[in-house]
């Protein structure tokens, strides 16, 4: 993408930003990450992607990836202790219930099983797929019966 391109500035920062992160964390051997992190930066130049905007979204890219390899290492020293439930939750046309009912599992769960942390996650049921698939596709006559 270049960067004169007519694309929100917060994608083009997000792009180098994540591209960094890859790189960081799929390479095996510094060597690679060099060779990678050079590419993209020639690449990004080619780009016109001004140099100090580059320089800052690598640091910020290998903060990220620091965070996030110091936060995996505690997880992993504590994933004896908690352990994590995913609860999915239909949601209703009223929100905010939906919301009190998510808040009131949880506080459950904590008063009754400290150990579990139980996460919670909505799915919408009356979606623009479910409205406009049917009358897409047709009824198959051959399924009734």
Do not use: W
Not at 30 to 48: A, G
């Amino acid at each position: 993408m270049l960067y004169d391109s007519n694309q929100c500035r917060k994608y083009k920062l997000g792009l180098i930003r994540t591209l960094v992160i890859r790189i960081l964390l799929i390479c095996s051997t510094s060597t690679h990450k060099d060779n990678e992190l050079t590419l993209m930066n020639e690449t990004l130049k080619k780009n016109r992607y001004p140099q100090h905007l580059i320089r800052r979204r690598i640091r910020e890219g290998e903060a990220i990836v620091n965070k996030m390899l110091n936060n995996t290492n505690n997880k992993q020293q504590n994933s004896a202790i908690s352990n994590n439930v995913f609860l999915t939750l239909t949601l209703t046309s009223y929100e905010l219930e939906s919301d009190v009912l998510a808040q009131r599992i949880r506080k459950i769960c904590r008063r009754y099983l400290p150990l579990v942390n139980v996460k919670t996650a909505f799915r919408k049921t009356f979606t623009v797929k479910n409205i406009f698939l049917p009358i897409q596709k047709g009824v198959d006559e051959t399924e009734k019966g």
